[in-house]
């Protein structure tokens, strides 16, 4: 793993830290490959056999990486295509409530690329409310 040494070397180097997450995106992909079409499922994902299983399983900090080494493929394409129908909603609506609505929709996706957000209560719910908004806006 050449490639994870040059960068932690870079992040040491420059006073940065990843809390881990390149080791768990790298478990992730790799279960994602040893379970290629339907996932490993949520609650086979554990790296840390010290994890109590509860509501939320073990998690990756990447929503991508997750839904791969969970769901495989076959998940994967589900949320490619809600992702697809999210924006295809926001382009089709064309009011300022959707065009904020999918800003704020478009700073939950970025910021789940280094945390699980849709898994999560209180930003699924507010993820929630701006669809609801974005498609009341559109129906006025």
């Given amino acids: 793993h050449r490639a994870d040494k040059l960068i932690e070397d870079y992040v040491a180097e420059n006073g940065l830290s990843d809390n881990g997450r390149l080791k768990l995106w ?21 790296v840390n056999t010290d994890w109590p299983k509860s509501v939320y399983p073990y998690f990756y900090h990447n929503t991508p990486i997750q839904i791969l080494a969970a769901t495989g493929l076959f998940g994967l394409v589900g949320y490619a295509v809600h992702r ?21 929709i478009l700073s939950l996706l970025l910021f789940s690329l280094l945390d699980v957000l849709f898994f ?21």
Wanted: charged share 15%.
């Fill in 26 to 46: 790298r478990i992730g992909i790799e279960k994602a490959i040893s379970h290629p079409l339907f996932g490993s499922g949520f609650y086979d994902s554990f």
């Fill in 120 to 140: 999560n209560t209180y930003p699924t719910l507010f993820y929630a409310l701006m669809l609801l908004c974005i498609e009341k806006s559109k129906a006025e």
């Fill in 84 to 104: 697809i129908q999210t924006v295809h909603l926001i382009l089709r609506s064309r009011t300022p409530t959707a065009f904020f609505g999918g800003l704020g």
